[in-house]
T-cell receptor, first 112, second 111 residues
Framework: GENVEQHPSTLSVQEGDSAVIKCTYSDSASNYFPWYKQELGKRPQLIID?????GEKKDQRIAVTLNKTAKHFSLHITETQPEDSAVYFCAAGTGGGNKLTFGTGTQLKVEL | DVKVTQSSRYLVKRTGEKVFLECVQD?????MFWYRQDPGLGLRLIYFSYDVKMKEKGDIPEGYSVSREKKERFSLILESASTNQTSMYLCASSFSQTEAFFGQGTRLTVV
């Protein structure tokens, strides 16, 4: 089955700096790559996603890049703010049923 | 607003009990999922379903079963609860290759 690895497990940045989280996947059939943000005590919520026919997608301060050949994708957050502090999960979607396999999460802390 | 509702926020059960966790979604999503969330391990897929009465094992199905008799409802069953099943359980639903919406989670403690 699909295996998604996510790094780093914790990331601390200064407010205004950029943050990058990286994920790799194993199943070349995976074709959908979402990123979720989970604030403390809350449910995960989608922040951005990308499909396998696209190499990059941007939404304001958030961008995701996908390298299908290398089977890795990354989340980039620019101009970080304290409210960006949360756990971020990457995931890979496989098959028509969209089985979603998640990474182990990255605890991002944005310090003032 | 999409709603995914889990029947309980907190549950305490005894070892050996049969436990039912219920999840209902109101968006006519074809896909439904059960994950468990443990610190440092992320979200691990237990089972998922892509249609009524259809189910597939995820990465950690041992000790669990599921039921999907109606499109909007997906149940997770712990046949004989054990202490290592103490965890946060999250249900989610989606259309294929689109956003998965999560329920609020059920924190299950097995004593």
């Amino acid at each position: 089955g699909e295996n998604v690895e996510q790094h780093p497990s914790t990331l601390s940045v200064q407010e205004g700096d950029s943050a990058v989280i990286k994920c790799t996947y194993s199943d070349s059939a995976s074709n959908y790559f979402p990123w979720y943000k989970q604030e403390l005590g809350k449910r995960p919520q989608l922040i951005i996603d990308i499909r396998s026919n696209v190499g990059e997608k941007k939404d304001q301060r958030i961008a995701v890049t996908l390298n299908k050949t290398a089977k890795h994708f990354s989340l980039h957050i620019t101009e970080t703010q304290p409210e960006d502090s949360a756990v971020y999960f990457c995931a890979a979607g496989t098959g028509g049923g969209n089985k979603l396999t998640f990474g182990t999460g990255t605890q991002l802390k944005v310090e003032l | 607003d999409v709603k995914v509702t889990q029947s309980s926020r907190y549950l305490v059960k005894r070892t050996g009990e049969k436990v039912f966790l219920e999840c209902v979604q109101d968006m006519d999503h074809e896909n439904m999922f059960w994950y468990r969330q443990d610190p440092g391990l992320g979200l691990r897929l237990i089972y998922f379903s892509y249609d009524v009465k259809m189910k597939e094992k995820g990465d950690i199905p041992e000790g669990y079963s599921v039921s999907r008799e109606k499109k909007e409802r997906f149940s997770l069953i712990l046949e004989s609860a054990s202490t290592n099943q103490t965890s946060m359980y999250l249900c989610a639903s989606s259309f294929s290759q689109t956003e998965a919406f999560f329920g609020q989670g059920t924190r299950l403690t097995v004593v």
